[in-house]
């Protein structure tokens, strides 16, 4: 036969095993996957192929061919007398069985890697034998042991350089540091733990549950700041992998984040997404989903469907506390719940179960004093206060000064709790927790008219009311309009420090802005608000001086107090993204609506993951470019480092306007949004004036 012209006589063909290996490294799991099928049915596939075959299953989401491919892996090795590899695919089949929460076969193979291992040389997969005796240990609120066998774990990881089993096992020394209060010490073990993932020294499997371990670790210690950068982070990096095991765990972690910062609707959708596909990739972990879905729509007011996703998560396995015991006390059953919460400080608890302490003892302590049980209160504010003063995060620091305050209420103690609630009010705020910041100010509105100062305890009832109303907490909105509607409509102690305006029904109400030395104070509806001084103060007074009237942000951000425009507006180096690039990004997404509507219909989860990856760069691209009302942001510009200050500096002061009268609040950013009709009088006392319409 005559050779083909150029045939390299000297060259192999690569085997199926070289071929997927070299997709695999650039993450072209689907392919890879397809390569070992075609392998497979030739039958020629050896026990590493048949390793990296379930590999790339799992990848693509392909779990049923995983299990019985291992176990042919598993077969294999143990003919060949490879005690150390049939031991590593014992393992790998522990994990996926786990996965999938069939705990019966896991121990099984956890058994049968522990017998393989028995009287042989220590290598890599003792070190991985010693991290899952870890978990297991944890699992059974075993502390001691959960500590010792990671600790080995990570000793015998370290002798054989095994970087993976490295930061797995730092990740379950951080959960025990974290149980145990040594927050410092977790933080660092969860630092080099990621340190290693990030570099890309661990493997696939190892970096993402480092990931997801490190967020749960964060949000449990009430770094929500952290959790959610750790959240975004791990997002791009599961892009970055393209692969369907890890998004849904993001989706999860995704919505805690939400539903912290008080968006709810969105927190249930992300909820109810992971929820999907973590039942149908990984069952094992859909328990924490469910949890999470059952507390967003607690907030929600929706106790039914809460207690639905609850007792998912309890026929799993998860004890969903403290959002379960929370959800019977909203439904009236208020020595349920306290039996409920109890339970976990009663019996051995799993460490990531019962690693959110503030949260837990917060909740311990408002259920105690619903039932009537001051000493359960007691009890968990003396295990808040150590924990505060030893890790002064806003969470824990809020959840400290909360249960303290509802303590003191209880006992009657209205000065202590007010002083208590005050700082519960700023830890929230700083924390930028919506839900949590309206529950500290109804208890203060509780004492405030405990005290006998039933106006202001009307003005805190409404604020805490349009919070709730707001973020959509609809149970809680109600629960608070009852309690306002007890309180009555006596106005007659209404303070008198400025005489009440009188306005006809529908007509204007007028508030005024005085700059009085190092303090602003207002004057609305007959109440006088004092703020000490700050840059968005003067911002926004100077902007409710001239309504309507076009102000560069950098005139404001240069001098906010007297308004001095000798700043000018300053130059820039050009828009962002011009009008074209605009116009096609806009197209861009249009279509990708109709891309992802198509993939749902035909259920493509996997181009589903990619279309949402796509969408959410065009976003953040887009948000970089467009500003509000699509106003074009400028480039490299004092001009627009300007409009972020100053932006930042006015929404930070309305806030604070709106944590002491909410309906001002409402007013004044409708008032600077809309530009409606104000005067200004430039006398010393710098007093801003404007007219605020009625609500419709």
């Given amino acids: ?139 059974r609120g075993e502390i001691d042991q959960h500590r010792d066998h990671a600790r080995q774990a990570l000793t015998i990881a370290r002798r054989h350089g095994d970087r993976s089993v490295e930061a797995l096992a730092l990740v379950e020394l951080g959960h025990v540091a974290a149980l145990r209060g040594e927050h410092t010490d977790a933080f660092a073990a969860i630092e080099r733990a990621t340190a290693i993932a990030s570099s890309g020294e661990a493997g696939l499997y190892a970096a993402g549950s480092v990931f997801c371990n490190a967020i749960w670790l964060f949000r449990c210690c009430g770094e929500w700041d952290r959790a959610h950068e750790w959240t975004e982070i791990s997002t791009r990096w599961v892009e970055r992998q393209q692969v369907e095991f890890f998004p849904a765990l993001c989706r999860v972690h995704r919505s805690e984040v939400l539903r912290v910062r008080g968006r709810l609707a969105e927190a249930e959708r992300e909820g109810e997404m992971a929820a999907s596909l973590l039942q149908r990739s990984i069952p094992g972990h859909a328990v924490i989903a469910y949890a999470e879905l059952g507390e967003v729509r607690r907030r929600r007011g929706d106790l039914d469907g809460a207690m639905a996703m609850f007792e998912r998560a309890l026929q799993l396995g998860w ?25 976990v400080f009663a019996e051995p608890q799993p460490t990531l179960q019962f690693e959110d302490r503030a949260s837990l003892q917060l909740a311990r302590a408002l259920i105690a004093i619903a039932a009537g049980h001051i000493d359960g209160a007691h009890e968990a504010v003396a295990v808040l206060e150590p924990l505060a003063r030893d890790h002064p995060a806003a969470w824990t620091l809020g959840a400290c000064r909360e249960a303290q305050g509802r303590l003191a209420l209880a006992e009657h103690r209205h000065g202590d709790a007010l002083a208590a609630l005050a700082h519960a009010r700023r830890a929230w705020s700083d924390l930028d927790a919506p839900y949590e910041l309206a529950s500290t100010i109804a208890v203060q509105a509780q004492a405030l008219a405990a005290s006998g100062d039933a106006a202001s305890a009307r003005l805190e009832f409404a604020t805490a009311r349009a919070i709730f109303a707001r973020i959509g907490a609809d149970h809680d909105a109600a629960d608070v309009q009852r309690r306002l509607d007890d309180l009555g409509d006596d106005r007659t102690d209404r303070p008198e420090t400025v005489r009440p305006m009188q306005t006809a029904p529908g007509t204007a109400a007028e508030a005024l802005l005085r700059r009085d030395g190092d303090y602003w104070t207002l004057f609305f509806r007959g109440r006088e608000l004092r703020l000490r001084h700050a840059r968005g103060l003067g911002q926004l007074a100077a902007l409710l001086a001239a309504p309507g009237e076009p102000r560069w942000a950098i005139e404001l951000a240069a001098n906010p107090d007297d308004g001095d425009r000798s700043a000018g507006a300053g130059g820039d180096a050009g828009e962002v993204l011009d009008a074209e690039a605009r116009r096609a990004y806009a197209a861009r997404a249009r279509d990708l609506e109709v891309e992802l509507a198509d993939a749902r219909r035909h259920g493509d989860q996997g181009r589903i993951e990619a279309i949402r990856a796509e969408m959410h760069t065009l976003g953040r691209q887009l948000a970089c470019a467009v500003g509000l009302g699509g106003r074009a942001r400028r480039a490299a510009s004092s001009v627009e480092r300007a409009r972020q200050s100053v932006t930042k500096a006015i929404r930070t002061a309305m806030r604070r306007i709106s944590e002491l009268d909410a309906t001002l609040g409402d007013h004044l950013e409708r008032s600077v949004r809309t530009g409606t009709s104000c005067t200004f009088d430039p006398g010393p006392d710098a007093m801003v004036a404007w007219r605020v319409a009625p609500r419709p």
Avoid at 324 to 337: M, P, V, Y
């Fill in 1 to 139: 036969m005559k050779p083909d012209v150029g045939m390299d006589h000297g060259a192999s063909k690569p085997s199926a095993y070289e071929s997927a290996l070299a997709l695999c490294m650039r993450h072209d799991w689907r392919r890879a996957h397809d390569v070992l099928a075609a392998g497979d049915a030739r039958g020629e596939l050896d026990p590493r192929a048949l390793e990296l075959f379930a590999e790339s299953a799992r990848w693509i989401g392909r779990d049923d061919a995983i299990v019985a491919t291992l176990e042919r892996a598993h077969a294999a090795y143990t003919r060949d007398r490879d005690t150390a590899a049939a031991a590593r695919t014992a393992l790998a089949l522990l994990d996926v069985n786990l996965d999938h929460g069939r705990n019966a076969v896991a121990a099984t193979w956890f058994h049968r890697a522990e017998e393989l291992l028995t009287g042989v040389r220590e290598g890599r997969e003792h070190a991985l034998l010693a991290w899952f005796r870890a978990r297991a240990s944890g699992s």
């Fill in 319 to 343: 004890n969903p506390q403290p959002g379960l015991a929370l959800a019977l006390l909203a439904r009236g059953e208020a020595t349920a719940a306290l039996r409920s919460i109890e339970r």
